[in-house]
T-cell receptor, first 115, second 112 residues
Framework: DTGVSQNPRHKITKRGQNVTFRCDPISEHNRLYWYRQTLGQGPEFLTYFQNEAQLEKSRLLSDRFSAERPKGSFSTLEIQRTEQGDSAMYLC?????????????FGPGTRLTVL | GESVGLHLPTLSVQEGDNSIINCAYSNSASDYFIWYKQESGKGPQFIIDIRSNMDKRQGQRVTVLLNKTVKHLSLQIAATQPGDSAVYFC???????????FGAGTRLTVKP
């Protein structure tokens, strides 16, 4: 399967713990995006990378959140000192484009539950 | 069957009927629009897109209509099948802002 993959698929953690999620985009896609989705809502943009550069961050991305894409391939999203309000599905998407957004291919998501 | 997006988040249709899912977008400066389908436990899947200089675009069994005057987008699915059951999201994009915003979604249920 050459689609976008995310690990883990599910994560349950206690409030105050740190968690890290990984996204492997489609090979050679230069853009990688992170979204957060809560039940019944559409995905909310968090941040995106073009190659290894993080070009934009939403104000939803508090200082407890950090994302990296060190080699321009896979990306990690870390949440420090998790809060119950962080419980959501975290989606990753990738696209092959140098301008605009066009078609983004989404991964299956990582569902985070903070107890 | 027809929905009015955020005000009627669930649409139920009979198999074989046509479905219309509506979306009222928020930004008159949006340049580009996408419809996504999301099945339970999966990420959103691209269905069809349309640019702001178009008012209609057709795909296989799907048609997207754009009315910029009233900031309204619709997705028409012909001969709806059980496999079409999912939540459908519209997304609007403003190129200069690199900003893609999703609507809240409409759940489509197809009855056999």
């Amino acid at each position: 399967d050459t689609g976008v993959s995310q690990n883990p698929r599910h994560k349950i953690t206690k409030r105050g713990q740190n968690v890290t999620f990984r996204c492997d985009p489609i090979s050679e896609h230069n853009r990688l995006y992170w979204y957060r989705q809560t039940l019944g809502q559409g995905p909310e943009f968090l941040t995106y990378f073009q190659n290894e550069a993080q070009l934009e961050k939403s104000r939803l991305l508090s200082d407890r959140f950090s994302a990296e894409r060190p080699k321009g391939s896979f990306s990690t999203l870390e949440i420090q000192r998790t809060e119950q309000g962080d419980s959501a599905m975290y989606l990753c998407a990738s696209s092959l484009t140098t301008s605009g957004w066009y078609e983004q291919f989404f991964g299956p998501g990582t569902r985070l539950t903070v107890l | 069957g027809e929905s009015v997006g955020l005000h009627l988040p669930t649409l139920s249709v009979q198999e074989g009927d046509n479905s219309i899912i509506n979306c009222a977008y928020s930004n008159s400066a949006s340049d580009y629009f996408i419809w996504y389908k999301q099945e339970s436990g999966k990420g959103p899947q691209f269905i069809i897109d349309i640019r702001s200089n178009m008012d209609k675009r057709q795909g296989q069994r799907v048609t997207v209509l754009l009315n910029k005057t009233v900031k309204h987008l619709s997705l028409q699915i012909a001969a709806t099948q059980p496999g079409d059951s999912a939540v459908y999201f519209c997304a609007e994009i403003v190129y200069n802002n690199n900003d893609m915003r999703f609507g809240a979604g409409t759940r489509l249920t197809v009855k056999p």
